[in-house]
């Protein structure tokens, strides 16, 4: 008799087990059907609203590229602007992550010729001397004009070199600076040098200010923010580079390459973690002790030795020969 009560306690439970589960399927079913139809009466409604706007939509082809969508970019985060604003900010950014030759930059300035037009120095402005050896060498080569209708290019006379809140020659309200310049008309036919941007350890990209359709000639470059065919990929070099390389007459033979020793030489700090690191320590792939000399050293920064690696000491050793 107690089996028999057992076997239908067993069973009542069994069945109340699977009249729970069976329940629980149609309330999931019907959330989904629920969830499914609101969103296809928003998708109409959207449909709806989307007749009385402007084809905006259509200015984001010429800049997608193998059917890059929407959602690559940024996200935009200040919910204070009007939905209008919102879309042309983003509108403007898109242009910017998909600027090329053809999309940015005006062709036509440059009919009668490559001639790159520099600002003039605004009172109380100072730069590096890393930046005026640049506008130096512009300014003595050929393609150096004081006409600015007769640019094909544009330069800054504002230092961007320097990029990081955490550095003397960080320029401060250089957004402000560069939006007030009368032909700057967002970056476009301009080129923006930039050495440093971040700060230590993350070296990020973010430069504090927008630089619109220019170009950007940047140390360091990340390959996401690298913009082909348009962007420069330039060496980070220090101030004590010189503006130009040998005395006068010590070109002697039109030889290229020119008959050297060396090949190729490099001597610097190898970042063992971070932005940099794993192109630094590849370089010792590189190095055959010929006419190829590539030295690095572990010892950056306080706590490198809590990095270190098995190559360390050898590397500094040889550095410091």
């Known amino acids: 008799m107690q089996a028999k009560k057992r076997y239908l306690l067993v069973s009542l439970g069994a069945c109340l087990l699977l009249l729970a589960y069976l329940w629980g399927l149609q309330i999931g079913e019907f959330h989904h059907q629920h969830q499914h139809q609101h969103l296809d009466r928003v998708s109409q409604s959207q449909s709806v609203l989307r007749l009385g ?18 959602e690559d970019g940024p996200h935009l985060n200040h919910q204070h ?12 950014i898109f242009k910017s992550r998909r600027c090329r030759m053809d999309t940015c930059f005006d062709l036509s300035l440059c009919q009668r010729g490559f001639k790159v037009y520099i600002y003039p120095m605004q009172k109380g402005e100072k730069i590096s001397e890393s930046y005026q050896k640049i506008l130096t060498a512009i300014e003595e080569s050929r393609f150096h004009t004081t006409d600015p209708s007769e640019a094909c290019l544009f330069v800054l006379s504002i230092d961007t070199l320097d990029r990081d809140q955490l550095s003397i020659q960080y320029i401060h309200n250089l957004k402000a600076k560069i939006q007030s310049l009368s032909l700057w008309n967002n970056g476009r036919n301009h080129l923006i ?34 913009r082909p065919n348009f962007d420069v990929s330039i060496p980070l070099f220090s101030k004590d580079h010189p503006l130009k390389g040998g005395d006068k007459g010590y070109l002697t033979l039109n030889n290229v390459p020119p008959s050297r020793k060396y090949l190729l030489v490099f001597k610097g700090k190898r970042y063992l973690t971070g932005i940099g690191s794993e192109t630094r320590n590849a370089l010792y792939h590189v190095h055959n002790g010929e006419d190829i000399i590539l030295l690095t050293t572990c010892k950056h920064g306080k706590d490198w030795e809590k990095h270190k690696d098995a190559r360390c000491d050898r590397d500094n050793e040889e550095y410091s020969k």
């Open 193 to 226: 040098f930039n050495l440093y941007s971040g700060t230590w350890p993350d070296y990020t990209e973010e430069l504090g200010f927008d630089i619109g359709q220019a170009i950007l000639a940047k140390a360091s470059i990340d390959v996401d923010n690298f």
């Open 53 to 70: 706007w402007p084809e905006w939509t259509d200015s984001f082809h010429t800049y997608l590229d193998g059917g890059e969508q929407e």
């Open 81 to 92: 602007i009007s939905p209008r604003e919102r879309r042309e900010v983003r509108n403007n």
